[in-house]
T-cell receptor, first 113, second 114 residues
């Protein structure tokens, strides 16, 4: 069964600190993995996308890693800012077709001053 | 560049009333279009997707329906809303690039059914 699981469910950190969010998946055949940031009441916005051959991708203070062997990904946020407060959603795509995305339930990150 | 619009942004409707949410995409042709619902604290649930005008695939049985009257217009409807229809509705457009399904989301509509 194709599934995407994220942990933790929620996280509170102090401004300026680093944090790491986890994503485990069982999607097959694997095509790519994306991390989205969703601000409250807004649509998700893509942060990074990684294919099978990529094991790290950065976007500013966001760095995503992918281990296709263990089917795990992480999103590392460096020097967190208050604006990083949002839900972070891991989405895994299987090959082919128009309906082949599998969504995690997200990690709710709150950055406090 | 491509943009996706949804309206209204928020909606409060009584139980049993009809619903019509609209989504339009600009700057692309023949996109795949999707309707998702996101309940509070839950993940995104795919409701409908369309690969072309008049072509609708339903993912979950419910009292909602979708239509695609034009290439870049996707409408989500209901004849009689239920309390359980409350949620955050997201429209997305996507394309298949080399087998990779890229999707881009709209700003969403917050629906509250009272």
């Amino acid at each position: 069964k194709n599934q995407v699981e994220q942990s933790p469910q929620s996280l509170i950190i102090l401004e300026g600190k680093n944090c790491t969010l986890q994503c485990n998946y069982t999607v097959s055949p694997f095509s790519n993995l994306r991390w989205y940031k969703q601000d409250t009441g807004r649509g998700p916005v893509s942060l990074t996308i990684m294919t099978f051959s990529e094991n790290t991708k950065s976007n500013g203070r966001y760095t995503a890693t992918l281990d296709a062997d263990t089917k795990q990904s992480s999103l590392h946020i460096t020097a967190s800012q208050l604006s990083d407060s949002a839900s972070y959603i891991c989405v895994v795509s299987a090959w082919g077709g128009a309906n082949n995305l599998f969504f995690g339930t997200g990690t709710r990150l709150t950055v406090i001053p | 560049s491509q943009t996706i619009h949804q309206w209204p942004a928020t909606l409060v409707q009584p139980v049993g009333s009809p619903l019509s949410l609209e989504c339009t995409v600009e700057g692309t042709s023949n996109p795949n279009l999707y309707w998702y619902r996101q309940a509070a604290g839950r993940g995104l649930q795919l409701l409908f997707y369309s690969v072309g005008i008049g072509q609708i695939s339903s993912e979950v049985p419910q009292n909602l329906s979708a239509s695609r009257p034009q290439d870049r217009q996707f409408i989500l409807s209901s004849k009689k809303l239920l309390l359980s229809d409350s949620g955050f509705y997201l429209c997305a457009w996507g394309v298949l690039v080399g087998g990779n399904n890229e999707q881009f989301f709209g700003p969403g509509t917050r629906l509250t059914v009272l």
